[in-house]
């Protein structure tokens, strides 16, 4: 089945402590993309790839790093979270043939930073 | 810079009612345009699409046009079920931009008995 997965789908986690959301996906997509949602503001890009080793600044990159070294991961790292950070944070992917290709979402990481 | 605006919600309706969400964009190329649905406690999924002028999508009784001269592509759908109950997102993906997506804020449907 075709699918974008991540890890974990829950993470309560305390100011400072790095952590790292997991990234997946099966379909062999060039195109991979961080996202967060708060209410209110819809979805923001974080960080975007547009395959293996290059990666851009989305429209809300502070405090995140990614790195793509494989084309099927695509990891978002927190190095040191703030309460801030408290989200609901998506991965998506898709294939780079074209502007007319959907974008596949995972179910989401909400994440909570006391 | 390219941007989607979408009606506040929540929106309310009683099932069998007409559903509207207006959705209208700013861009600097020619996107595409989709409609992304969001039930509770789950990631997007695309509804539909459109990827020129005039296009319409449609996907289980819903329906949206390009509309080139207003900038619109606003989502209908004639007869509106409880389990169409779910958060909708307007976006855009514009190759003047590398094909990023722009979403909207999101409107929250609820369909009552």
């Known amino acids: 089945e075709a699918q974008v997965t991540q890890n974990p789908r829950y993470l309560i986690t305390v100011t400072g402590k790095k952590l790292t959301v997991t990234c997946s996906q099966n379909m062999n997509h060039e195109y991979m993309s961080w996202y967060r949602q708060d209410p209110g503001l819809g979805l923001r890009q974080i960080y975007y790839?547009?395959?293996?080793?290059?990666?851009d600044k989305g429209d809300v990159p502070e405090g995140y790093k990614v790195s793509r070294k494989e084309k099927r991961n695509f990891p978002l790292i927190l190095e040191s979270p703030s309460p801030n950070q408290t989200s609901l944070y998506f991965c998506a992917s898709r294939s780079s043939g074209g502007v007319t290709n959907e974008q596949f979402f995972g179910p989401g990481t909400r994440l909570t930073v006391l | 810079g390219d941007s989607v605006t979408q009606m506040e919600g929540p929106v309310t309706l009683s099932e069998e009612a007409f559903l509207t969400i207006n959705c209208t964009y700013t861009a600097t190329g020619y996107p595409s345009l989709f409609w992304y649905v969001q039930y509770p406690g789950e990631g997007l999924q695309l509804l539909l699409k459109?990827?020129?002028?005039?296009d319409k999508g449609s996907n289980k009784g819903f329906e949206a046009t390009y509309r080139k001269e207003t900038t619109s592509f606003h989502l209908e759908k004639g007869s509106v079920q409880v389990s169409d109950s779910a958060v909708y997102f307007c976006?855009?993906?514009?190759?003047?931009?590398?094909?990023?997506?722009?979403f909207g804020t999101g409107t929250s449907l609820t369909v009552i008995p």
């Open positions: 790839s547009m395959n293996v080793e290059v990666t």
């Open positions: 976006a855009l993906s514009d190759p003047y931009t590398g094909n990023q997506f722009y």
């Open positions: 459109a990827t020129k002028a005039d």
